[in-house]
């Protein structure tokens, strides 16, 4: 539940970055020019999302698994609720791309905290001989999110008969319509919270910290043992979601005549 609503705000944002922000948060003498400031601030959570997993791994590993993605969760959610508040370039100027960026800087460090959290709790608490496949269950969040962000969008754009071709600003879905997807996530969010706070700390954690094995610098025990392993997963991840993004958020541009 929890990657499925961090992945529903992440998402939800990529399609607003091609089908809303370029018209209303970015002044540009081109459609271009705007689309690509856009998709600038979409990038931001990239940055954001490797700094993310070091905070809240740091954590995770020092204070617990259940506080670290509770306190990922509140992240993501709360940045994503307040770009459903933010005033447009129309009505602050510059300051409006300027907090949408901080937003999503926001929204890279809670994913970032999460879907490895979420990951490690699944996998800590698996039973025996089913690691690999108890663990699976986390990724699933990503696929369920993007289908309810994208069916959200298109649920709106049907139902208010918004054409982006030929729609001004002062369309109802530009005024408003865009905000729901965004305002949404408080109410998912706080079902998120009440799942996770009745969450127990896994027992690997619970040993460990029975044992006195709570190592003061995490990050810097891992990359001391696995720093062969976290470049090639780096590289892995690097080239699946370079091709996943491609196909699911640059082609949007196509799709809507952008």
């Known amino acids: 539940m ?7 705000d992440f998402y939800v944002y990529a399609t607003a970055a091609i089908s809303v922000f370029p ?17 600038a601030t979409f990038g931001v959570a990239f940055v954001a999302r490797p700094v993310g997993s070091v905070v809240f791994g740091h954590f995770g590993d020092r204070v617990g698994r ?30 409006a791309p300027a ?41 699933l969040g990503a696929p369920i999110g993007f289908a309810l962000a994208n069916g959200f969008f298109l649920f709106l754009t049907v139902s208010m008969n918004y054409d982006s071709t030929s729609a ?32 127990e700390e896994t027992p690997a954690f619970q040993v460990s910290k029975q044992r006195g094995e709570v190592v003061k610098a995490p990050v810097a025990a891992a990359f001391r043992t696995s720093w062969r392993q976290i470049i090639q997963g780096t590289f892995l991840m690097l080239s699946t979601y370079t091709l996943f993004y491609l196909m699911t958020t640059w082609i949007l541009s196509y799709a809507i005549g952008k």
């Open 168 to 199: 001004t600003t002062n369309h109802t879905f530009l005024v408003w319509g865009w905000r729901l997807p965004f305002l949404f996530s408080s109410v998912i969010v706080a079902l998120g919270l009440y799942v996770r706070f009745k969450l």
């Open 99 to 139: 907090l949408l960026a901080i937003m999503r800087f926001c929204q890279g460090m809670g994913l970032g905290g999460e879907w490895s959290g979420a990951s490690l709790l699944a996998g800590e608490n698996a039973r025996k001989g089913k690691r690999g496949f108890d663990s699976m269950w986390p990724q």
């Open 23 to 39: 018209m209303l948060f970015f002044h540009s003498a081109s459609d271009t020019g705007a689309l690509l400031a856009s998709l």
């Open 66 to 95: 259940k506080a670290t993605l509770v306190a990922s969760l509140l992240t993501m959610g709360i940045a994503t609720v307040v770009i459903g508040f933010l005033p447009t370039f129309y009505q602050i100027g510059i300051w």
């Open 2 to 8: 929890g990657t499925t609503i961090e992945f529903y």
